[in-house]
């Protein structure tokens, strides 16, 4: 009986998988080529895309490699441009099931992206790592294929084409947020919110010179504290 709800999920996860695949494989296009111009090989960019699932993440590294920089200010770009993952993580460690094992944490933990992390969190049961797995069987290599024919090919084709083709990444989002928002005034209006926080975020003095990773996490904090607060959800209610 768990192996067929395991398989379920696993399937149901490739399916909502396949749009993020083929946004990520245009995406990673661009990235490969920027890994080609800091002078890597297609095989170390589609290693590195397959170990960092991350596009700001990636970028920033192949800039500090392009720039001859040492391990020290890699480290300290990556953590700034990765921070965010640290509150997806522990938002999806209270998704899944209490009895889930440390291993399915674990793997789970490996691909938490934008994406995936936006998929996962609006099951409105509990999450089931298979569902996680499966996403991640399209995911990743989309972006790691991506990131090697970025390099293979180099600048064959026009920027623009391969930005078109990312547009899959939007309306994947667009999918997620709709539904909910549709069913409460309070989610539409937090979604309102957020998207008018995260463009004032990007013009004001201040903030706008920090990274997009620590102003999405101070956004997260705030926002969503906010509405905790306000709005609380009792445990029971969640779980009905």
């Known amino acids: 009986m768990k192996s067929r709800e395991n398989k379920y999920f696993y399937l149901k996860g490739i399916k909502m998988g396949i749009p993020i695949g083929l946004g990520y494989f245009a995406v990673s296009f ?11 090989t297609a095989g170390q960019a589609m290693l590195a895309s397959f170990l960092v699932n991350a596009s700001a993440g990636e970028y920033a590294g192949f800039t500090v490699i392009a ?15 990765n921070a965010r993952y640290l509150l997806m993580s522990c938002s999806l ?18 691909d938490v992206t934008d994406e995936i992390f936006g998929v996962a969190i609006s099951v409105p049961e509990k999450l089931n790592p298979f569902y996680n797995y499966g996403m991640m069987t399209v995911a990743i290599p989309g972006w790691s294929i991506g990131t090697y024919l970025g390099v293979v090919m180099g600048n064959i084709l026009p920027t623009s084409v391969v930005s078109a083709l990312s547009v899959a990444l939007y309306g994947m989002f667009i999918a ?17 919110i957020s998207m008018a926080a995260s463009f004032l975020f990007t013009k004001l003095p201040v903030v706008s010179g920090l990274s997009p990773g620590i102003r999405t996490i101070i956004l997260t904090v705030v926002i969503a504290g906010g509405a905790a607060i306000l709005f609380p959800i009792k445990e029971e209610q969640h779980e009905s």
Do not use: D
Not at 93 to 109: I, Y
């Open 30 to 40: 661009t990235l490969g080529i920027s890994a080609g111009n800091a002078g890597m």
């Open 176 to 192: 997620i947020i709709i539904p909910p928002a549709r069913k409460s005034r309070i989610i539409a209006g937090l979604v309102t």
């Open 67 to 81: 720039a001859n920089s040492g391990y020290i200010e890699m480290v300290i770009m990556e953590l700034i441009a």
């Open 93 to 110: 460690s209270q998704k899944l099931k209490e009895e889930t094992g440390l291993l399915h944490r674990l793997l789970v933990g490996f």
